[in-house]
């Protein structure tokens, strides 16, 4: 296996918006990780330094399907992120799109690096960004999907539509609250609800997942700095069409609810 060789493989399809050939599916994580990280390397002159990390297969259920006992860890570059403005955007934004409405909390400061409870890592939040994640699956069809594998293309990690920042000041208050947000997808055209998810959904308390990427890029040798943004899991999952419109509506942390939209084209 030639990691290099393969990164810039992947870097490749991933620049053009087109699937990945077939992989082996004995591939092992190690092998996984170093591809991904030639493949970053090699779009950073594109996209930018590392603005922020991800937790992905954040469910028991999608954990077990694919033999882990944890979620699986990616990186956003900071051109991956840009406001949510309304602009149409193109369903062919990558290779295999699947938008997801996602919650990123963004860091206050390096004190993080030192929570080890929900309490204290609260604490080192900013504020919350409610997002749509316009994620990419590059893989091949008739791709095996293992641990590996989704680890080789970053998780999906390809763009960010932020919405409007949301205070949070790191009480046990506040973080109860954030336990209790709901967060309903509605298909605008037909006015019909794509999902509805209570953040609990998140590892029983979004919190947890912050402590949990903490905790993963600490192994990589990485220590979160103020500013970087992290990316809590899907709260749903949608394969867009020419024409959708849809809509994340954020309630119970704002007095009015927070929406997020996204229109495809």
């Given at each position: 296996m030639d990691c290099k060789a393969l990164g810039a493989l992947v870097a490749e399809h991933w620049v053009s918006r087109t699937s990945l050939p077939l992989l082996g599916p004995d591939l092992s994580m190690d092998e996984a990780v170093c591809i991904r990280d030639v493949f970053l390397a090699h779009i950073q002159p594109l996209m930018g330094r590392p603005l922020g990390y991800k937790a992905a297969v954040i469910t028991p259920p999608a954990q077990r399907d694919l033999g882990?006992?944890?979620?699986?860890?990616?990186?956003?570059?900071?051109?991956?992120?840009?406001?949510?403005?309304?602009?149409?955007i193109p369903v062919t934004y990558g290779a295999r799109p699947i938008v997801e409405a996602k919650l990123l909390a963004v860091v206050k400061d390096e004190a993080i690096n030192d929570?080890?409870?929900?309490?204290?890592?609260?604490?080192?939040?900013?504020?919350?960004?409610?997002?749509?994640?316009?994620?990419?699956?590059?893989?091949?069809?008739?791709?095996?999907?293992?641990?590996?594998?989704?680890?080789?293309?970053?998780?999906?990690?390809?763009?960010?539509?932020?919405?409007?920042?949301?205070?949070?000041?790191?009480t046990e208050a506040a973080t109860e609250k954030l336990k209790r947000m709901i967060v309903t997808t509605r298909n605008v055209e037909s006015n019909t609800i794509v999902d509805r998810q209570s953040a609990e959904v998140i590892m029983g308390n979004p919190m947890n997942a912050v402590l949990w990427i903490v905790r993963n890029q600490?192994?990589?040798?990485?220590?979160?700095?103020?500013?970087?943004?992290?990316?809590?899991?899907?709260?749903s999952r949608i394969r867009p069409t020419p024409g959708l419109h849809i809509a994340t509506i954020w309630e119970g942390l704002t007095p009015e609810p927070v929406m997020v939209e996204a229109v495809f084209r």
């Open positions: 882990l006992k944890e979620p699986l860890g990616g990186i956003y570059l900071a051109a991956m992120f840009r406001p949510a403005d309304g602009a149409a929570a080890r409870t929900v309490a204290e890592v609260a604490r080192s939040i900013a504020f919350l960004l409610p997002s749509i994640e316009l994620g990419d699956s590059l893989v091949n069809i008739h791709q095996k999907i293992t641990a590996p594998i989704l680890t080789v293309y970053n998780v999906g990690a390809r763009a960010v539509l932020t919405g409007t920042p949301i205070p949070f000041d790191g600490h192994a990589r040798g990485v220590r979160l700095v103020a500013g970087d943004r992290l990316g809590l899991g899907a709260m």
